[in-house]
């Protein structure tokens, strides 16, 4: 079963924040808080949404998405920013259900597009996503700018 995240949820999804960043090697990237999530999921201006599949009436993983916009098709699409199955429960069409949710989703909203990004090194994930059809962008590298450089960046704006 998938559904919408509710501020319950809150503890599940920063667990399941806090997994999948390990699993990337990426566990000392993760500052937010519930605190920081109840604000950006379920304040005045929810920045993202999440949905939660469930396994036997537990939690067995997440997708947090949001809405992007291409101006090539002029229509918003869907932007997949974190997936995640338990370890243990993985093998078991959870993540590809929760990929179909999210496909649906963007149909029935009207939107042009539903991507994500991966890591290279991640084979396990690059094959499930080329089994269900989805095709790398070649000749794009996604850019990003965080922390003090975003900062200094800001700051050199007059």
């Given at each position: 079963?998938?559904?919408?995240?509710t501020r319950a949820d809150l503890p599940v999804i920063l667990n399941f924040i806090r997994q999948l960043?390990?699993?990337e090697k990426l566990a000392h990237e993760v500052t937010a808080?519930?605190?920081?999530?109840e604000r950006t999921l379920f304040g005045e201006q929810p920045a993202a949404e999440v949905v939660i599949a469930e396994h036997e009436g537990a939690p067995a993983g997440f997708a947090l998405f949001f809405r992007?916009?291409?101006t090539?098709?002029?229509?918003?699409?869907?932007?997949?920013e974190d997936l995640f199955v338990l370890p243990e429960l993985r093998g078991k069409g959870i993540g590809k259900t929760l990929l179909q949710f999210l496909a649906h989703t963007a149909v029935q909203r009207g939107y042009g597009r539903f991507e994500w990004s991966v890591l290279d090194w991640n084979t396990p994930a690059v094959e499930?996503?080329?089994a269900i059809g989805a095709e790398p962008m070649e000749g794009w590298t996604v850019q990003r700018?965080?922390?003090t450089t975003l900062q200094e960046l800001a700051a050199s704006y007059t």
């Open positions: 079963m998938i559904r919408f995240a960043a390990d699993y808080t519930e605190a920081d999530l992007n916009y291409s090539f098709l002029g229509k918003p699409g869907l932007y997949l499930f996503y080329r700018v965080t922390g």
